[in-house]
């Protein structure tokens, strides 16, 4: 059973990354490593909750509440502009490139 992190608001919060835009810099990885990690291919993935490598294309992990700050801040930092923070309720990206 996967938990849920809330943001404030009280809103839960899950991340991905689009791995045709990461460039592989590993930027996440030092920000999140919990989050991100650099695969074989030297392409950025997001972890599960029970630290399992998502490798399916846009596989989404939750956003751990004490990670947050990390999280935004790889998503706000990443230069392949590929990481993608979302509302679990509705999907809406609310850090990343498609931000409102």
Known sequence: MTVQQEAPGGEALEVWIDQDLCTGDGICAQYAPEVFE?????????????????????????????????????????PGECIHVRRVSDRAEVYGPGAE
């Open 38 to 78: 650099l695969d074989i291919d030297g392409l950025a993935y997001v972890k599960s909750a029970d630290d399992v490598l998502l490798q399916d294309p846009g596989a989404a992990a939750p956003v751990p509440l004490p990670l947050l700050t990390d999280v935004v801040d790889s998503a706000r930092e990443c």
